[in-house]
């Protein structure tokens, strides 16, 4: 669905106060979505539910945050992050994503759950932005997409190993005295 769709260059905006929610199965399949997912994307709640949370991806978000992303979640960790959205007529919108296993009862994980806020926007603008445009464009030189996404993984990791903390330490630490030479 949303790989299907132009971006626009329009960026969107929602109100500091605000928190996007939303929920999805093992798969990724969007379960519950509230008003402000849908007010900031544009979709109604009948077009997300069931559908792979993936639809609403920018696709200038490099591959290898998501697999960073996919492989925290996985091994039953939170996770933190920076992503850029699509919504449904092709504009975007950045959020700052905390993303956490679903637990039943017995302890296995049977889903996961995202809440999103409003961005630094100097974070964005001064390192996030350069950083996933390097990023992307790794991604993106390469024949193979496989190949260009485990590219980019080897240049983050090799980035965090420098500065010597892992991504979970990078999230809550970047944009203080202008972490610089990361890219």
Same mark, same amino acid.
């Given at each position: 669905?949303?790989?299907?769709?132009?971006?626009?260059?329009?960026?969107?905006?929602?109100?500091?106060?605000?928190?996007?929610?939303?929920?999805?199965?093992?798969? !990724?399949?969007?379960?519950?979505?509230?008003?402000?997912?849908?007010?900031?994307? !544009?979709?109604?709640?009948?077009?997300?539910?069931?559908?792979?949370?993936?639809?609403? $991806?920018?696709?200038?978000?490099?591959?290898?945050?998501?697999?960073?992303?996919?492989?925290?979640?996985?091994?039953?960790?939170?996770?933190?992050? /920076?992503?850029?959205?699509?919504?449904?007529? %092709?504009?975007?919108?950045?959020?700052?994503?905390?993303?956490?296993?679903?637990?039943?009862?017995?302890?296995?994980?049977? %889903?996961?759950?995202?809440? $999103? $806020?409003?961005? +630094?926007?100097?974070?964005?603008?001064?390192?996030?932005?350069?950083?996933?445009?390097?990023?992307?464009?790794?991604?993106?030189?390469?024949?193979?997409?496989?190949? !260009?996404?485990?590219?980019?993984?080897?240049?983050? +990791?090799?980035?965090?190993?420098?500065?010597?903390?892992? /991504?979970?330490?990078?999230?809550?630490?970047?944009?203080?005295?202008?972490?610089?030479?990361?890219?």
């Amino acid at each position: 669905m949303g790989q299907s769709i132009q971006p626009t260059g329009v960026e969107r905006f929602f109100d500091d106060n605000d928190i996007i929610v939303s929920k999805t199965d093992l798969k !990724g399949r969007i379960t519950y979505a509230n008003k402000v997912f849908l007010d900031v994307s !544009g979709y109604k709640e009948r077009e997300v539910l069931g559908q792979p949370h993936n639809m609403i $991806r920018h696709p200038e978000m490099p591959r290898c945050i998501f697999k960073l992303l996919w492989d925290c979640l996985t091994s039953g960790k939170e996770i933190f992050a /920076y992503v850029n959205n699509c919504a449904k007529n %092709g504009d975007h919108y950045w959020v700052y994503a905390h993303v956490t296993p679903s637990w039943d009862r017995n302890g296995q994980v049977v %889903g996961f759950h995202s809440n $999103r $806020r409003v961005p +630094d926007r100097a974070i964005l603008d001064k390192d996030i932005i350069p950083l996933y445009s390097d990023l992307r464009s790794l991604e993106t030189s390469h024949r193979n997409a496989k190949q !260009g996404m485990q590219a980019a993984t080897e240049r983050i +990791d090799a980035m965090l190993a420098d500065l010597g903390i892992g /991504y979970d330490e990078f999230m809550a630490t970047i944009g203080q005295g202008r972490r610089r030479g990361f890219r």
